[in-house]
């Protein structure tokens, strides 16, 4: 069946570095992915998603990219401070329009720490 | 808006017990989602829906019934509750392709 793998399950990163989270997706017929933000005993919310007709987003420090070909995507944060500590979710949908086959698939999620 | 509301914020029941967590949203969407969340785990499915009167199973649906009556309600229903079902519920709605409106949670505990 349809599977999302992300990558690393915990990373930790000094404040001010970079930190990549990466996943894969295996249905071919995915066209929507985004990620979604869940601090320490909140709700998931969505940071960023990214559509198959697109390569990259970004929206300030932020940034997904997507390569279709080889059916992976990342997110990227830069700068990171010390409120991205959270933990991150891809996840990977394809729509037809009310399809009862419409799923959307998360990854196991990203416990991200920034270190002071 | 409301958004995603969901009640209780928490329960605590006893083995064998039942009990409906409400889920409700007024962004008219199609779509609406339950998930449970294991202490530090990710989110699984356990039922959808992409409209009123249809409703399909997810990873998780064993011990648990849906129905979706109306657009805006898709409550959940728990049978002879087990401490395996000890977990926080998240009720999402959205439409496909776009982004999920997840509720705060409802935090339970089967004893």
């Known amino acids: 069946g349809e599977n999302v793998e992300q990558h690393p399950s915990t990373l930790s990163v000094q404040e001010g570095d970079s930190a990549v989270i990466k996943c894969t997706y295996s249905?071919?017929?995915?066209?929507?992915f985004p990620w979604y933000k869940q601090e320490l005993g909140k709700r998931p919310q969505l940071i960023i998603d990214i559509r198959s007709n697109v390569g990259e987003k970004k929206d300030q420090r932020i940034a997904v990219t997507l390569n279709k070909t080889a059916k992976h995507f990342s997110l990227h944060i830069t700068e990171t401070q010390p409120e991205d500590s959270a933990v991150y979710f891809c996840?990977?949908?394809?729509?037809?329009?009310?399809?009862?086959?419409?799923?959307?698939?998360f990854g196991k999620g990203t416990r991200l720490h920034i270190l002071p | 808006n409301a958004g995603v509301t969901q009640t209780p914020k928490f329960r605590i029941l006893k083995i064998g017990q039942s009990m409906t967590l409400q889920c409700a949203q007024d962004m008219n969407h199609n779509y609406m989602y339950w998930y449970r969340q294991d202490p530090g785990m990710g989110l699984k499915l356990i039922y959808y829906?992409?409209?009123?009167?249809?409703?399909d199973k997810g990873e998780v649906p064993n011990g648990y019934n849906v129905s979706r009556s109306t657009t805006e309600d898709f409550p959940l229903r728990l049978e002879l509750a087990a401490p395996s079902q000890t977990s926080v519920y998240f009720c999402?709605?959205?439409?496909?392709?776009?982004?999920?409106?997840f509720g705060p949670g409802t935090r339970l505990t089967v004893l």
């Open positions: 829906s992409v409209g009123a009167g249809i409703t």
């Open positions: 249905d071919s017929a995915s066209n929507y």
């Open positions: 996840a990977a949908s394809s729509f037809r329009r009310r399809n009862r086959d419409d799923k959307i698939i």
């Open positions: 999402a709605s959205g439409e496909q392709g776009y982004e999920q409106f």
